[in-house]
């Protein structure tokens, strides 16, 4: 079970404004249903859940489209990130945060892939975190350019071993 989990789960983004904006995110209950699964992993051996939500104009703290989707495992111990900017790290208190609970390596999922995530992501990687995540444990939606699929596909290759490693076992 150890193998499995990092330091600290840190879910970005899964908020009913983000989930649902229109259009569903791409292949959103399979992500739902992964991320619940880590959860559980995480808080069967005592690791802390970081959850970070974004604000905007469209995501106003304590309004509906703000709040973490309802079907997500959330519990009054876990930890709680308010941003503005993509990058999660951004003038804000994750990085205190993370080192308060004395973190080395990092689990990410959340939204979106190309947005949120990548700049998170990349920007751990260079403050010197070992990032993990499991395979599609992001999501977006289509684009002019790509498919949301093909735009999960593309980024998964740009962070595979340079940004971040694979946790396996999670189909």
């Known amino acids: 079970m150890m193998e499995t989990c990092t330091d600290v789960l840190i879910v970005v983004d899964l908020q009913n404004g983000v989930c ?13 249903n992964k991320v619940n ?16 939500q974004h604000c905007d104009e469209a995501l106003v703290p ?6 973490i989707h309802a079907d997500l495992d959330v519990q009054e111990q876990d930890f709680f990130v308010r941003k503005t900017h993509a990058n999660s ?16 390596r990092i689990e990410f999922c959340g939204a ?3 947005y949120c995530m990548d700049a998170t992501i990349k920007y751990a990687h260079g ?3 070992e990032n ?3 395979q599609n444990g992001t999501s977006t939606l289509d684009n002019p350019w790509m498919s949301a699929k093909e735009t999960i596909s593309f980024y998964e290759n740009i ?8 946790i396996d076992g999670e189909s």
């Open 89 to 104: 790290f951004y003038e804000t208190n994750l990085k205190s945060l993370l080192d308060q609970l004395a973190v080395s």
């Open 62 to 67: 304590g309004e509906e489209p703000w709040a």
């Open 159 to 166: 962070w595979n071993h340079r940004f971040l490693k694979w």
């Open 20 to 32: 649902y904006d229109g259009n569903h995110l791409y292949d959103l209950n399979n992500l739902l």
């Open 112 to 114: 979106q892939t190309e």
């Open 127 to 129: 403050l010197g975190y």
């Open 132 to 134: 993990y995540m499991i």
């Open 37 to 52: 699964r880590r959860i559980a992993l995480y808080r069967e051996i005592h690791k802390p859940i970081i959850f970070v």
